[in-house]
């Protein structure tokens, strides 16, 4: 298992060549791209991860965390292999209300079948 992943081409030919299972701890941003790493290893791999802890739980808005948590499933979900995680630890103890809606949001969105259209839907309903 590799945690902490960034994307690029020469990270993903050689995962894909050593065949591992799981890439674990995949964070957004710092050039991961949760639709680039899905079309080039999902086929292949498991991806795990998808919600950075510090910057949507511990300091977004309730909306921030719904937002996120439906765009990564929408990215990398459809197809399975996908594990909806955060990259690392929640620290902050004042951010009760959105775990709650990053649990609440998974369970809506996140179960098998993926419904591509009601999340894509729901983006736009929400979108400012």
Same mark, same amino acid.
């Given at each position: ?31 991961n791209?949760?639709?680039a ?26 909306? *921030?965390?719904?937002?996120? =948590?439906?765009?990564? /499933?929408?990215? +990398?979900?459809?197809? %399975?292999?996908?594990?909806?995680? &955060? #990259? ?5 103890? *004042?951010?009760?209300?959105? =775990?709650?809606?990053? /649990?609440?949001? +998974?369970?809506?969105? %996140?179960?098998?079948?993926?419904? &591509? #259209? ?11």
């Open positions: 298992m590799i945690t902490k992943v960034r994307t690029t081409d020469a990270l993903v030919k050689a995962l894909l060549t050593e065949y591992l299972d799981v890439v674990n701890g995949i964070q957004p941003g710092d050039g791209d949760m639709s790493l899905k079309r080039a290893m999902g086929h292949r791999i498991c991806l795990w991860g998808g919600i950075n802890p510090h910057e949507v739980i511990e300091r977004g808005t309730q909306d *921030d965390v719904r937002r996120a =948590v439906i765009e990564v /499933i929408l990215a +990398a979900a459809p197809g %399975g292999g996908f594990v909806l995680s &955060t #990259s690392g630890g929640i620290y902050r103890t *004042d951010c009760y209300d959105n =775990v709650v809606t990053y /649990i609440e949001t +998974a369970h809506q969105f %996140g179960t098998y079948p993926i419904n &591509t #259209s009601r999340l894509k839907a729901e983006l736009r309903r929400s979108s400012p």
